[in-house]
């Protein structure tokens, strides 16, 4: 589903967001960058609740975060299936 636009990939890396309110996915997704990831993404149950309908309340803030943190040359994909 969302990995089509990127094709086949390594991942690098997966992990939680550390707790509410996302306290550690800035840090971690920086830590992916850090260790060779191009693209970051986020999981659809943060997104869109998957798969029982309750996103995460913090969702734009972490990804704002996130984008912020990773500039402009990472590319983040909001969801996966
Ligand atoms: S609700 Fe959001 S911030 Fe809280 S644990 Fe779940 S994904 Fe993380």
Redesign the pocket.
């Known amino acids: 589903m969302a990995f089509e636009k990127t094709g086949p990939v390594d991942i690098v890396g997966f992990v939680s ?1 550390g ?4 306290k550690r996915a800035v840090a971690r997704a920086q830590l992916m960058v850090d260790r060779g990831a191009e693209v970051i993404f986020l999981a659809s149950c ?1 997104s869109r609740g998957n798969p029982i309908g309750f996103p ?3 969702f734009e803030m ?1 990804k704002n975060a996130i984008i912020k943190k990773i500039g402009p040359d990472i590319t983040l994909i909001d969801w996966t299936h």
Do not use: A, F, L, S
């Open positions: 967001c707790g509410c309110p996302g943060i995460c309340p913090h972490i």
